[in-house]
């Protein structure tokens, strides 16, 4: 497996990482947890050094999965975690923001305990806390980083001001945010602005949640359980107008001898070199499907040939339901 830095920092990681939400958390059910303990050490077997994971997913049994399956490994792999969420035992319905420096702090000694580790390579800020000036979490950060509790500071689906003003206080390392030929946003400012100030990007479903794979056909139903069935994108009208999106990269792939999903793994990697894609499985297969995209070339016709045809293909359905949506992009 190639390795790439993400921005200016010493970080280096796998070209491809492994997003392990799913193993635990969103798509129901989940993934037995001595399968998923084999899929991530099959993953670091093969060449991933990457794996992504929050206290949010499970809640917690994402991070206590991942630490209990990378513990073997700890020196060979790089762990990013994020903090941001309010999931006391108080907490009524769905958790809401807490980025306040002394919750921060806190997030950070549970999650070393989960991940069963002395440091976390790479610490996002899930989603920005309007109600705590960025300056303060990233001076939180900072100060763990100088107790040598993380390594790395990252935002997940921040804006351009927001990354500007943390980067100030506490050097970014990458910035996270979703990223694929059907969710484009982070080409108009994000990605930009990160080239200028040496920052990483880490791409988060960029096989679309499934959909760009090709596996999800236009009359496909999921269950309550699955956090697809409440997003926009996935209801059966979005499902049947992007089915041109999928239908572009099965006649591209074919072409290349690559399925839907190398393709698209392939194109985010050839957008910039300190791009790198986290998309997540349960299945062995998959991961080795994956981890080939990373041997695909697509030259700078194949690349033309793709942009002229993808902007011919207007996606119908917002990323996420309204209440979620106004969480990012600050």
């Known amino acids: 497996m190639q390795k790439r830095k993400l921005g200016k920092s010493n970080l280096e990681v796998s ?79 769905a958790p809401g923001l807490n980025s306040r420096p002394e919750h921060i702090k806190q997030v950070a000694e549970a999650s070393l305990k989960r991940l069963k580790t002395d440091v976390i390579d790479l610490f996002y800020q ?24 993380v390594k790395h500071f990252g935002l997940s689906e921040a804006g351009a001001k927001t990354i500007r003003r943390a980067h100030a206080v506490q050097p970014l390392t ?25 920052i990483g990007f880490v791409a988060y479903s960029p096989l679309g949640k499934g959909s760009l794979t090709g596996k999800i056909g236009e009359n496909a139903k999921f269950d309550s359980s699955d956090f697809r069935s409440a997003l926009p994108r996935f209801t059966p009208e979005a499902l049947k107008t ?33 791009i790198v894609p986290i998309p997540g499985t349960t299945k062995l297969e998959r991961l080795e499907e994956n981890i080939r995209a990373a041997s695909i070339e697509l030259t700078p016709n194949d690349l033309r040939e793709i942009e002229s045809a993808a902007s011919k293909i207007t996606v119908q359905g917002a990323r996420y339901p309204e209440n979620l949506e106004q969480m990012t992009g600050r």
């Open 174 to 198: 990458a910035v996270q945010s979703e990223y694929s030929l059907w969710t484009r946003g982070p080409e108009k400012e994000v990605l930009p602005t990160l080239e200028e100030l040496g």
């Open 126 to 149: 899930h989603r920005v806390d309007p109600k705590v000036p960025i300056e303060e979490v990233a001076g939180a950060v900072k100060d763990l980083i100088r107790e040598g509790k």
């Open 15 to 93: 070209a491809i990482g492994l997003g392990c939400m799913a193993m635990s958390f969103g798509y129901s059910p989940a993934a037995d947890k001595q399968q998923a303990i084999s899929l991530i050490r099959s993953a670091v077997e093969r060449g991933i050094t990457f794996f992504d994971t929050a206290e949010l997913y499970g809640p917690f049994t994402n991070e206590e999965l991942v630490g209990e399956a990378l513990s073997p490994f700890r020196k060979q792999v790089v762990i990013a975690s994020k903090f941001g969420f309010d999931l006391g035992a108080d907490v009524v319905g």
């Open 242 to 274: 992007n089915q041109a999106l999928i239908n572009l990269l099965a006649s591209t792939g074919k072409r290349k001898k690559a399925t839907p999903a190398q393709i698209v793994l392939a194109w985010l990697l050839a957008q910039k070199p300190w």
